[in-house]
T-cell receptor
């Protein structure tokens, strides 16, 4: 059973703080993704990674960065948190590869509040 | 650019009634479409994908390329079907695939 875990379920930070959201998957998946989920807007892709140390911008990368130093771990970084980054953040992974499955498995989410 | 449209934010039905959650897409290539579901306090999970042509929990979805639609249907809704449903379109590249999600439809099934 694929497990995607996220470091926190709830997080409260102050404006201007640097915020780290961690995601770990245990199935040796190649691809990992960070989304934010907002009511009425659905899921929007922030960044994704298809290999260690590789990253690609998604649809809304502004104000975010990512790090993937190990295959199983994908971190989302808010360099200077702002109130408009208050949201639910979802991490996902997929097997990938040329013949691999592209089904994405999601973590439980981190609800971040920036005050 | 690819796009996924779910026209209804909320769909409210009574138990036993038929359900159809609409999804339309725009994509220049050959589409791969999925339905994901999120039950209350649970993580988002795959419900079904068009290439497998299977029925999951009584739900089916047929890809209609002429109408660029992938509507999710169930003949008799159950209370436990109440959840948020997202339609998603896959864009494949060499070695990876990204998903574009619709904005979601909340399904409420009343007793």
């Amino acid at each position: 059973d694929v497990k995607v875990t996220q470091s926190s379920r709830y997080l409260v930070k102050r404006t201007g703080e640097k915020v780290f959201l961690e995601c770990v998957q245990d199935m040796d998946h190649e691809n990992m993704f960070w989304y934010r989920q907002d009511p009425g807007l659905g899921l929007r892709l922030i960044y994704f990674s298809y290999d260690v140390k590789m990253k690609e911008k998604g649809d809304i990368p502004e104000g975010y960065s990512v790090s993937r130093e190990k295959k199983e771990r994908f971190s989302l970084i808010l360099e200077s948190a702002s109130t408009n980054q208050t949201s639910m953040y979802l991490c996902a992974s997929s097997l990938g590869g040329l013949d691999g499955s592209y089904e994405q498995y999601f973590g439980p989410g981190t609800r971040l509040t920036v005050t | 650019a690819q796009r996924v449209t779910q026209p209804e934010k909320l769909l409210s039905v009574f138990k036993g009634a038929p359900v159809e959650l609409k999804c339309n897409y725009s994509y220049s290539g050959s589409p791969e479409l999925f339905w994901y579901v999120q039950y209350s306090r649970q993580r988002l999970q795959l419900l079904l994908r068009h290439i497998s042509r299977e029925s999951i929990k009584g739900f089916t979805a047929d890809l209609n390329k002429g109408e660029t639609s992938f509507h999710l249907k169930k003949p008799f809704a159950q209370e436990e079907d109440s959840a948020m449903y997202y339609c998603a379109l896959s864009e494949r590249n060499s070695g990876y695939s990204t998903l574009t999600f619709g904005k979601g439809t909340m399904l409420l099934v009343s007793p």
